[in-house]
């Protein structure tokens, strides 16, 4: 799947049109739907061979899954139940998240990256409500908030020296980490992290999300939705690890934003902030 991305970035693209998610996203249809539910399945499967991580004890999964449980049951009163395919994706998040934090990897940062992801996910769905989504939308723009970075723990894990080393040079040049990434690494974290799901059949539009989250104007004939509602909840929220498409809105956000009659509204999702629970991973 590395080479898809390899042969599909903004560097390499032959096509005669733009790089878009028509034109490429056809390589994430490899895997296969996920099975239901049983607390069995472990993202090792993926990972296995290419990092170096130790068991977490039971406590910190009951931790993570009460954390996330408060914001779901904060969304059910609006949107209902969640459906139970978001809930598989959701619950593979939150395994990912554990793992990354039993690998060789700076413990800050995932907690960092978990706290963004999860006030992400809650505020992109308080987004899709306040634009009268459907619950399913709703749910999708909650899961695919604490989803959008999952590419970053995959960096972390599997190249975690040069992701760093990505980061830093982003931060201190005041870079874009999308061109940094596609430079050093071969394709972004937006990409990584659409790969890596696609492997679990995860919902076409949270991969949309995956890919897209920092840059959701190369997606044609654009209308508000789940990536819509992620990609203001991402710069709103403004965490996370340092990148482009965090705390700050560019040209082409605020273009895009106004194309869709919301500009207007980003002054009342940064009013939700001070009402974000602080979270991390203990």
Request: hydrophobic content about 45%; aromatic content about 10%.
């Amino acid at each position: 799947m590395i080479e898809c991305w390899r042969q599909t970035d903004d560097d390499s693209w032959k096509g005669e049109e733009e790089r878009t998610r028509e034109n490429w996203m056809f390589s994430f249809h490899t895997g296969k739907t996920l099975a239901p539910w049983s607390r069995s399945f472990s993202p090792r499967l993926v990972m296995k061979g290419h990092t170096q991580c130790d068991e977490l004890p039971s406590q910190a999964l009951l931790y993570l899954d009460l954390e996330v449980e408060m914001h779901v049951q904060a969304i059910v009163g609006d949107a209902g139940m969640i459906p139970v395919d978001l809930e598989r994706a959701l619950d593979l998040g939150i395994e990912v998240f554990l793992l990354s934090e039993g690998c060789a990897v700076n413990p800050s940062c995932i907690a960092a990256l978990w706290r963004h992801s999860l006030r992400t996910g809650y505020l992109a769905a308080r987004i899709a409500l306040n634009q009268g989504s459907n619950p399913r939308m709703v749910w999708q723009s909650f899961v695919g908030g604490i989803l959008h970075d999952i590419g970053m723990l995959v960096f972390l894990t599997q190249h975690p020296e040069v992701f760093t080393t990505v980061v830093e040079i982003s931060q201190s040049r005041g870079g874009s980490l999308a061109v940094l990434e596609r430079r050093l690494l071969g394709y972004t974290h937006g990409e990584s992290g659409a790969t890596f799901l696609a492997r679990w059949g995860i919902d076409e539009v949270l991969l949309s999300i995956a890919a897209f989250h920092d840059d959701p104007w190369k997606i044609p004939n654009a209308a508000f939705g789940p990536l819509t509602a992620v990609y203001a909840g991402n710069f709103v929220e403004g965490g996370g690890i340092a990148q482009d498409g965090d705390g700050v809105i560019g040209r082409e956000g605020e273009a895009y934003l106004t194309c869709l009659g919301l500009w207007d509204d980003l002054p009342i999702w940064q009013s939700w902030m001070p009402s974000i629970p602080q979270l991390a991973i203990h």
